[in-house]
């Protein structure tokens, strides 16, 4: 059965751990007169397809690293799209900061896991070099951005696609041998 993993990958690496203040964030993105609009075509998107984006709801503009250890944790407890999917929602919705430990526990009892287990998990530093370094790797790979899908280990798609695009690139990875290594 196909599989859904979410790897790491910083779109700000840079960002104090702490986060920004997001209108900070945009103003250096994209200056004053762009910034306040920067969103509004992936807002009408949203909306499109039934997603109501709040991205004015949003006042820190996080490092994601603790996020990206959040999902590691859930993958290791098989819950990993759960989370994801709340993560999203607590994000780009409902203007969660995705810096703060207690949230990252909320949003992962949410998405069913022991909120008491992961909360100690992520006051410690238990993953924190390996995803780290598994951002450095996509890097290395020459991912830049997000989405960035790559399916059955053997086709990369950068970008938001059509959802014909993705599944021509499932099916050639579906009939593209496996590399020698496998």
Known sequence: MPAVRWQPFQLNPDIPATGMSRSEYIERKWGKSRGPDAYSRVAAVGTSVGIPFAFDKIAVQPNTLEAHRLLTYAERHGRQNEVAEVLFKAYFIDGANLTDVNTLADIGASGGLDRDALHAYLASDEDRTEVSNADISARSAGIGGVPFFIFNRRI???????????????????RTPAPASE
Request: hydrophobic share 45%.
């Open 156 to 174: 990369g798609v950068s970008g938001a696609q059509d959802a014909d695009v993705l599944l021509e690139a499932m099916e050639q990875a579906s």
